[in-house]
């Protein structure tokens, strides 16, 4: 069965840090990889990703994909209180997509 | 520049009444995917709808569960008969792409239902 998995759950930091959050994959005919935060409505796209070792930037998030390895990192650097939410990854495959459980960044003053 | 629209928002339902949550995909998008989220828990994949057919259900309990997306119209997922377990929020997302494109997983997303079942 295709799984995507997260780590942390959870992360509490402090304005300014940098944070590394991982998602690993095993996802059937493997295609893409995408990053989405949730705040407290929808999931808003962030990164697709389909291709190794090419770093997708946008502003302080930036993400990579490990297709060997089956994984992906997304960071955020100076993080703001603002950068509060659920980090979701999600891998596309034969179905649309599979969605690990995220993780919730908790950014402090 | 309308983004995927839900409604409605919030939805109460005693156990055993019919729930009908509508999509209207994104401007160009035709098509449309159905996603259950519960409590502590990711995104699972429902359906998977273009115009008036249904590409792939794999993720939709087989019974009470049903989706359409009509020729014109929001697409509507219905729930028959619910029960306390169907309380979550389901989201609906839209893409332009198939399934030939690289960028058919580009998928972007509706604010939500939260049905809540008592």
């Known amino acids: 069965e295709d799984k995507v998995v997260q780590s942390p759950l959870s992360l509490v930091v402090h304005e300014g840090d940098t944070v590394t959050l991982n998602c690993s994959y095993e996802?059937?005919?493997?295609?893409?990889l995408l990053w989405y935060k949730q705040e407290k409505k929808a999931p808003t796209f962030l990164f697709m990703l389909?291709?190794?070792?090419i770093e997708k930037k946008s502003g302080r998030l930036s993400s990579i994909l490990d297709k060997k390895e089956l994984f992906s990192i997304l960071n955020i650097t100076a993080t703001q209180t603002g950068d509060s939410a659920i980090y979701l990854c999600?891998?596309?495959?034969?179905?649309?997509?599979?969605f690990g459980k995220g993780t919730r960044l908790s950014v402090i003053a | 520049n309308a983004g995927v629209m839900q409604n409605p928002r919030h939805l109460v339902r005693r156990r055993g009444q019919e729930a009908r949550l509508r999509c209207s995909p994104m401007?160009?998008?035709?098509?449309v995917y159905w996603y259950r989220q519960l409590p502590e828990e990711g995104l699972k994949f429902m359906v998977y709808?273009?115009?008036?057919?249904?590409?792939?259900e794999s993720g939709m309990p087989k019974e009470r569960f049903s989706a359409e997306f009509p020729k014109e119209g929001p697409s509507i997922l219905r729930i028959q008969q619910v029960v306390r377990g169907d309380s979550a929020a389901y989201f609906c997302?839209?893409?332009?792409?198939?399934?030939?494109?690289?960028?058919?997983?580009?998928?972007?997303f509706g604010p939500g239902t939260r049905l809540t079942v008592t």
């Open positions: 997302a839209s893409s332009s792409r198939t399934r030939s494109s690289r960028r058919y997983y580009e998928q972007y």
């Open positions: 996802v059937t005919n493997f295609r893409s």
């Open positions: 389909t291709s190794s070792g």
């Open positions: 999600a891998g596309g495959g034969n179905t649309p997509l599979v």
């Open positions: 401007k160009g998008h035709s098509h």
């Open positions: 709808l273009q115009k008036e057919n249904i590409i792939d």
